[in-house]
């Protein structure tokens, strides 16, 4: 909880899941709980401007959702957060006007059908193409998270199919999404890095069972994590990812050669930093 004027308000919302969430389930750990703060609001926020504006009726005129591409630094809760949260949402909104959700991430597509309450589990991105564009043709509505997991998983430059909405979940790295952005350029949402009451809260909840005094000792070590990488959620909450992202870190600069130093003189002033090696 934070301050805000006479009485205090949520800082951070958890959504917990028995049976954790998509993106965890291809992994040795399922992960039941998707943190859920202001910048994962404000992306939901917008595809749910669109989709009100799709559905709200336009006469004659033939509304297309807008393509999005939500942006941000790997391991910040993009896919855990964002994309979890982003596919609760739309499986929520009602299910006469958006009956069907399509989940890429990695090699997986799941496509959950609203109407019969049904969950179709897809490997390889092949036969989910013609599945959503049958399904489309017939005039059916929907709307396609694509997690971009790997650059080898790149969506398709047919996706999305006739007036569905979609939306890209990916690092800065273009190489993983610039042909399918040139077809159509899509609306950026660029999702800023958890800040330090965002990490605290994560830790209150976390440590939730446990005696005052060890969980003042795991934010401490948690924040001196952050002093030093930043505040990328994949590295401080787990030691072993810690100590690799700085021992990579260590060998980056030692192997630095002397040309490559010219590229990062704009750290801390007001010039653009671009390029596809500032990111992993």
Not at 56 to 75: A, C, D, K, V, Y
Not at 112 to 128: H, N, P, R, V, W
Not at 216 to 235: Q, T
Not at 243 to 267: F, N
Request: hydrophobic share 35%; aromatic share 12%.
């Amino acid at each position: 909880m934070e301050r805000g004027g006479a009485w205090p308000r949520p800082r951070l919302m958890v959504l917990a899941s028995d049976k954790a969430w998509p993106y965890s389930w291809g992994a040795c750990e399922f992960n039941r709980d998707c943190y859920v703060n202001c910048e994962v609001k404000r992306a939901w926020q917008i595809v749910s401007g669109d989709l009100t504006e799709w559905f709200s009726g336009h006469g004659e005129t033939e509304f297309s959702p807008h393509r999005h591409l939500l942006i941000g630094t790997p391991g910040i809760g993009k896919s855990m957060a964002a994309g979890s949260y982003l596919l609760y949402q739309l499986l929520h909104y009602d299910a006469e006007k958006l009956p069907v959700v399509v989940y890429y991430i990695g090699e997986q597509t799941f496509l959950f059908d609203k109407i019969t309450k049904k969950l179709s589990a897809y490997l390889g991105k092949g036969s989910t193409l013609d599945v959503v564009d049958r399904l489309s043709w017939s005039g059916v509505k929907g709307y396609i998270i694509y997690d971009v997991a790997e650059e080898v998983y790149r969506p398709s430059v047919g996706l999305p199919c006739n007036r569905w909405g979609m939306i890209v979940v990916t690092s800065p790295n273009e190489n993983k999404y610039e042909l399918w952005a040139c077809q159509d350029l899509p609306l950026q949402i660029v999702m800023n890095c958890p800040d330090e009451s965002d990490v605290k809260a994560m830790c209150v909840w976390e440590q939730r069972s446990k005696p005052p005094q060890q969980q003042a000792e795991y934010w401490r070590e948690v924040k001196g994590r952050m002093d030093k990488v930043g505040p990328i959620l994949r590295h401080i909450f787990d030691e072993q990812s810690y100590d690799d992202r700085i021992e990579k870190c260590h060998e980056t600069v030692e192997e630095t050669i002397s040309p490559e130093t010219q590229y990062y003189t704009g750290l801390g002033n007001s010039t653009m930093w671009g390029g596809n090696s500032v990111f992993h």
